[in-house]
């Protein structure tokens, strides 16, 4: 987690007592495409406001990409700076900019066909020459986002508010595929850099941005 965000969620935690005695505070409970988590939002003046968040989930599922089939773990992770702009002073529709950690991370172990074979660039190995076949995916460390959204932290007598959000961190994901026993077959490492490249373009054509879809409620101070 950056060294910002981190500062900055600590800074608002331990501010939570005070928040709780102030109007224009929430906390808020999201389920997202980043996963399940909650938030701490404040309405800094009547156009704009400030939120820090937190959210996971994880699965795992089996997985095909370019010839390979993976035993695949993916793993939601996302801490959230971001600030609101709200066009009606204490309006609910906001549009918003800020900071998202990497989305997304999923690790993988590839899985030999029936014949017992990968086929890696479009060359035939036996699961012995390959060895341990893994491949992983992420996201920038940090990446900026850009959305728009209903709900805000602003007190109007209702304790409780729906929220929504729909926004994208910016930035295409980067592949990674490693064979152990790329180190004794000169053939089988470059066929595992070519690979490596196929698939980053593949994802990279239909994967230019992470897109963040939230629901949630929120609780009013």
């Known amino acids: 987690m950056p060294r910002v965000l981190r500062f900055g969620l600590v800074v608002l935690l331990l501010d939570c007592p005070a928040l709780a005695g102030q109007d224009n505070a929430a906390v808020d409970l999201r389920a997202a495409t980043t996963g399940v988590g909650v938030e701490l939002a404040k309405l800094l003046s009547g156009h704009f406001g400030a939120r820090l968040g937190a959210s996971y ?3 795992s599922t089996n997985k095909s990409q370019s010839d ?12 959230t700076a971001l ?16 900071l998202v950690t990497n989305p997304l991370t999923i690790s993988a172990t590839g899985i030999p066909s029936a014949s017992d074979t990968f086929k890696i660039n479009g060359t035939k190995y036996s699961a012995s020459q390959v060895g341990t076949l893994t491949a992983a995916g992420k996201f920038h460390g940090v990446s900026p986002y850009l959305g728009f959204g209903w709900g805000t932290a602003a007190n109007d007598h209702k304790a409780l508010k729906f929220l929504f959000d729909l926004g994208a961190a910016l930035g295409k994901p980067s592949i990674t595929l490693n064979a152990t026993g790329a180190d004794s077959i000169p053939q089988l490492a470059a066929d595992i850099q070519a690979q490596q490249a196929k698939t980053q373009h593949d994802v990279r054509k239909f994967l230019k941005a992470y897109p963040i879809l939230a629901f949630g409620l929120g609780y009013r101070f």
């Open 83 to 98: 600030f609101d702009l709200f066009p009606g002073r204490r309006g609910s529709f906001h549009l918003t900019t800020g």
């Open 57 to 59: 989930y994880s699965w």
């Open 68 to 79: 390979i089939s993976y035993d695949a773990s993916l793993k939601l992770h996302t801490f």
